[in-house]
Nanobody, 125 residues
Framework: QVQLVESGGGSVQAGGSLRLSCAAS????????LAWFRQAPGKEREGVAQIDSNNYTVYADSVKGRFTISNDNAKNTLYLQMNNLKPEDTGMYYCAAEPWCRLLLSVLRNDFNYWGQGTQVTVSS
């Protein structure tokens, strides 16, 4: 079992920045994928950024060049640095984890079994 707890959400104006954190606890794995997803009201959940245990990263086109995903193994914490935020970035942001996983061919995965409770990000124009 893996437990995930997000933090760092808030309200910012367009052009601002936020850094989300996701603290992981429980079982550890040598091979894994970690991810950030988001869901806006009335919309389906979408993948934002993902990283695997080889530090291979994949980003949604809508956030490339603005968001950076990183993982601090010593702290068991996943981060999402979000710069130049836009109103369309508004939503609930969730972190997710999947053991024994690799990212391939710049494809965002959807098969994550462990999820956090989410943290709200609101960007005003």
């Amino acid at each position: 079992q893996v437990q995930l707890v997000e933090s760092g959400g808030g309200s910012v104006q367009a052009g601002g920045s936020l850094r989300l954190s996701c603290a992981a606890s429980g079982n550890t794995y040598s091979t894994y994928c970690l991810a950030w997803f988001r869901q806006a009201p009335g919309k389906e959940r979408e993948g934002v950024a993902q990283i695997d245990s080889n530090n291979y990263t994949v980003y949604a086109d809508s956030v490339k060049g603005r968001f950076t995903i990183s993982n601090d193994n010593a702290k068991n914490t996943l981060y999402l640095q979000m710069n130049n935020l836009k109103p369309e970035d508004t939503g609930m942001y969730y972190c997710a984890a999947e053991p024994w996983c690799r990212l391939l061919l710049s494809v965002l995965r959807n098969d994550f079994n462990y999820w956090g409770q989410g943290t709200q990000v609101t960007v005003s124009s």
